[in-house]
């Protein structure tokens, strides 16, 4: 039950296996806590429906994120204590202050293009006859994973030498030589190739962006608008007054969530260049370090780094979220 | 509990229309607008049918002429799905694709369950500890994945699971819990008071209330939840990676097409196929339960 099933019929067995085992402990957990009466049986029965998931966010996600912290202090083989030398490597090495910089412009450029694609879009369809088709079209890479989509886009961006009869069988180089302009190694040459991977990402969240916003724009009361209307507003100044103002809230929600989502990138870049050409990232140098490159301090560092970088973008939104119900 | 703030509250998606709004979309909707509307959605949309496409074209068109040369010289084939299906390719798709849905399927159930308890627990049992217990899980959610996969590893290695579907089920499985407690215990806070107390006094005890009240009201959560995590699992690399990277017996769908994608880069004709029968179960899914995965979303996630 607890080997390596090779055969799909022993997979689907252990499979099968595997949920009757958690339905026999689920069953032993409420048949307890069924025992239980009164108040003071309360408790009993709280701690034994946390029990499960204490154990198992202890065992995954508490130890193992400490023990990374810790490990970030350790050399290569993880043996000897370094202090903060892997840190000092990430802000030192040239090829780590690539890797940073490319980050810094993912966060930057994802989230607020992503976002004002997101809201343009879901202001242009709102109330249309065809809203709920044309939102499903932008909507549909959400469900993409970034694997396939790193694949379709990689498609987009093929390039083919510029001789003789070679068609290009990108779409990008063949626009680019329709325009009279001739074929570029778009994944190959930096920085362009970064801002061409970003574009992946970006065509990916503006979907959950204009869906977000979008029901915030139909959450504005009718009255609002219809007296703005009343005033005699123009389109313009209606998206500067009313919608915007009443969407802010959700934007920066939708702007720390997007950001987040960016800053873990890993499957977009490991897929379309492998983090070459000077495209990799934060989330692709861990993997890169640990596995690879078999330096398991400066892949745990760049882990905790990811995590501290996370913190300042949650603390943000939770901060404008309380602000914005305390109005 | 103060610093958690539901999202869950969001309005409904869908508001219905008055006429005001009607007569307003009037004097804002310009052929420019509609336009914009348009071009966006086709530029999103060409990547996917590019690629979709070429996968019903033959090996040598796909490799000398641009896909949009199909619509004036169509041929079609089916070779390039047999390919990435057949054993011979040494693609196999069908094994790493029966090896995502064994993946798919308990780390669904598992989390959603143990969640679905232990938000219940928060939601109306009053207990020591409760908020300082519920902060920290909510804290949780920020944790990246990357912190938590080698010393994860690590014990996987010393109980003697690696390879095996556990490390996936599992991990995933904690993964799931900040985010699926969170939201669960959001929508159980919204369910009326009353009706708990009412059962009480009827001397119904805590198990009881959690199946005959709780459950039946909480089916569209569960459901929102449960997409928006077998969309997670099935379209994630990472975990699979670290964790089933080392033989193809538990590599789910993703891998091999990632892998794909390092060794044979060029090989388009398999790469198209290959991720369009990866995608085709995620995208089915979505669209027949788009209402529900869009609720999952609203109640605001910062997974990962």
């Known amino acids: ?327 | 509990m103060s610093t958690v703030t539901p999202v869950t509250s969001t309005p409904p998606l869908v508001a219905d229309k008055p006429s005001a709004a009607k007569t307003a979309k009037k004097r804002l909707s310009s052929p420019w607008a509609s336009l914009a509307a348009i071009v966006l959605g086709v530029l999103w949309t060409i990547p996917t049918f590019g690629l979709l496409v070429s996968s019903f074209r033959p090996e040598r068109a796909i490799k000398t002429t641009g896909w949009w040369t199909f619509f004036t010289n169509p041929t079609v084939t089916l070779d390039n799905y047999r390919s990435v299906f057949g054993e011979d390719g040494g693609v196999n798709l069908a094994a790493f694709f029966v090896n995502s849905l064994i993946i798919c399927i308990p780390s669904v159930l598992i989390p959603l369950a143990l969640a679905a308890l232990a938000a219940y627990a928060f939601a109306w049992i009053e207990f020591p500890g409760k908020n300082i217990l519920f902060l920290a899980v909510f804290a949780l959610q920020i944790v990246p994945l990357q912190v938590t996969l080698i010393p994860l590893l690590e014990i996987f290695v010393n109980v003697k699971l690696t390879g095996t579907f556990w490390t996936l089920w599992l991990s995933h499985s904690a993964f799931a819990l900040p985010l699926a407690i969170y939201l669960l215990h959001n929508f159980m806070r919204e369910i009326p008071a009353g009706l708990i107390e009412a059962a009480r006094i009827d001397g119904a005890g805590h198990v009881s209330i959690f199946f005959k009240v709780m459950l039946p009201l909480l089916t569209p959560a569960l459901a929102a939840f449960g997409i928006f995590q077998f969309l997670w699992v099935w379209n994630d690399l990472l975990v699979a990676l670290v964790f089933a990277g080392g033989g193809d017996e538990v590599a789910p769908i993703t891998l091999q097409l990632a892998n794909l994608s390092g060794t044979r880069g060029t090989a388009w004709q398999l790469l198209s196929a290959g991720a369009f029968v990866s995608i085709i179960v995620p995208v089915t899914v979505f669209l027949l339960l788009q209402r529900y995965f869009v609720r999952g979303l609203l109640a605001g996630s910062v997974k990962g």
């Open chain 1, 1 to 327: 039950m607890f080997n390596t099933a090779s055969t799909t019929p022993e997979k689907i067995l252990q499979m099968l296996s595997a949920l009757l085992l958690f339905a026999a402990v689920m069953g032993v957990i409420l048949f307890i806590a069924g025992r239980f009466g009164g108040r003071k049986g309360d408790r009993v029965v709280a701690y034994l429906y946390l029990l499960p998931v204490v154990l198992l966010l202890a065992v995954g996600l508490v130890y193992p994120g400490l023990r990374t912290i810790y490990q970030s202090f350790f050399d290569a083989a993880g043996d000897a204590f370094i202090g903060f030398d892997n840190y000092g490597t990430i802000f030192s090495d040239p090829d780590q202050l690539t890797v940073l910089r490319n980050t810094v412009i993912w966060v930057v450029l994802v989230p607020f293009l992503a976002t004002a694609i997101g809201l343009v879009y879901a202001i242009l369809v709102d109330k249309s006859r065809f809203e709920s088709f044309a939102k499903t079209l932008v909507f549909l890479p959400m469900a993409i994973s970034m694997v396939a989509a790193g694949v379709i886009w990689k498609f987009m961006y093929e390039y083919r030498p510029d001789q003789g009869t070679v068609k290009q069988i990108g779409l990008v180089n063949q626009v680019i030589v329709w325009l009279g302009g001739k074929p570029i190694q778009l994944l190959i040459d930096s920085p362009l190739n970064t801002l061409l991977l970003i574009v992946v990402l970006i065509w990916i969240q503006a979907g959950f962006a204009m869906t977000i916003l979008s029901a915030s724009i139909k959450a504005i009361p009718d009255d609002i608008i219809e007296a703005a209307r009343l005033d005699g507003v123009n389109a313009w100044q209606m998206f500067r007054s009313i919608t915007l103002p009443s969407v802010q809230p959700t934007v920066v929600v939708v702007l720390t969530t997007v950001g987040i989502a960016t800053l873990k990138v890993f499957d977009i870049v490991r897929t379309m260049t492998g983090g070459n050409f000077k495209t990799s990232v934060v989330a692709n140098e861990f993997y890169r370090q640990t596995f690879n490159a078999d330096n398991q301090g400066l892949g745990a560092a760049l882990a905790t780094l990811l995590f501290l970088l996370v913190i300042p973008i949650v603390w943000y939104n939770v901060r404008q979220l309380r602000r914005s119900e305390a109005r």
